[in-house]
Structure formats: structure tokens, C-alpha cells
């Protein structure tokens, strides 16, 4: 089965600009994530859908980042502005809904550099 | 809050040995799960191993193993003959049954020597 696909893989912007990422899960998947890793840390979660509700965004900071699965399927996470300290890997994983013992699967990731 | 603890920043292991990668873990869940991912240079994150808290056996993934302790709250991953290609980043990652989010360690970064 085909894995969970990211686009771009790579983006460099300057700051004060917009970036959008985009994300498709594996098939059939109903929970979302995306996380930011920084460069030298673990993933930290921004966002996490089940279908195409929200489930937690807790930390999102909403007053640049946001993001959205219209439909359950795909997403799309976006900044505006950037800023330096965004630069990171954007990762998105998907997860079969409900269960223990069921792992995360992680798309190759997004690497924003943001000047 | 859960909090994952990885003491390692870093290791050098002679290819062929076994190695421990350490990780000790905080929670109030009384249900949970415990991950090990191994993230190489390419960025991808891979899943190596599960452990449930209520498991009564460690569990074990070919080369992985991992040494689960319940009460002192710590869940080592056990790498047995490492390879050359085991050379990557490896997290550990506490997720609640409640919500199915994952807390993640700061990793520890294996290199293996030939």
C-alpha cells in the first residue's frame, strides 16, 4: 500500500512570507497529524485530526499556523507569516482510528528554512 | 503531563555488538503505549517497536527488543549484532490510550563503528 505522502520535501522562504504544506495519508487512515521538529529534538505535535474534525490543536499557534482536512483525506497546514524560528521538518503521520498497538506512519517530512 | 526522558545525546557501538538505548518515561495514564522510532539521515521516521502497559511480556522485533520495567518506568530498546545501517537517530515515544498522542523524547543519536 502506498505510504503517506508529503509535498514539498524541501522550501526555503524569508521571512514575512506564506508556505503551505501539504499532506495525504495512507488510505483508509482516519487520524492526522502533523508535528514541527526542530533540528536536535523529538517531533512535537501541532495538530491532530480525526476524519475532518479537530481533535487537539492546542499547540498550534494560531496567530500564523493553520490548518485544515476538508474532506478527511488530505491536508494542508500553512504559515503566514514565518518566521525565523520556524524552520524546522514538518512531518505528517496517519493512524488507523481506535486501538492500541497501532503505529504512527510518517510521511518523508517538509524541511522549511525560512531567511 | 506524560514526559520522556532520553539520557544519551549520543553513542558509539563496535558493529556486531549489542547495544542499550535508555529511556525513562513520567505518566499519570493508567493505560498507555511506549514506541521506538529510528529516524536515519533521510528524515523518515520508522517504526521499530510497541509496548503496552499492560503487556505481560517484553516486546520483541527481530533485532529489537525492548526491556520493559514497569515499575521504575523505563523502556530500553535492545539492538542485538548491530549493523552498519543501524546508524540513525532512535526516540522513544509515550502514547496515551486516551487520545493517541504521541510525547516524544529528544533521541539519542547511534553510530556504529566498523
Sequence with gaps: EAGVA??????????RQSVA???????GHATLYWYQQILGQGPKLLIQFQNNGVVDDSQLPKDRFSAERLKGVDSTLKIQPAKLEDSAVYLCASRPSGGKNNEQFFGPGTRLTVL | AQKITQTQPGMFVQEKEAVTLDCTYDTSDPSYGLFWYKQPSSGEMIFLIYQGSYDQQNATEGRYSLNFQKARKSANLVISA???GDSAMYFCAHESDSNYQLIWGAGTKLIIKP
Design chain 1, 21 to 27: 504544506f501539504w499532506c495525504n495519508p495512507i488510505s
Design chain 1, 6 to 15: 508529503q509535498s514539498p520535501r524541501y522550501k526555503i522562504i524569508e521571512k
Design chain 2, 82 to 84: 548491530s549493523q552498519l
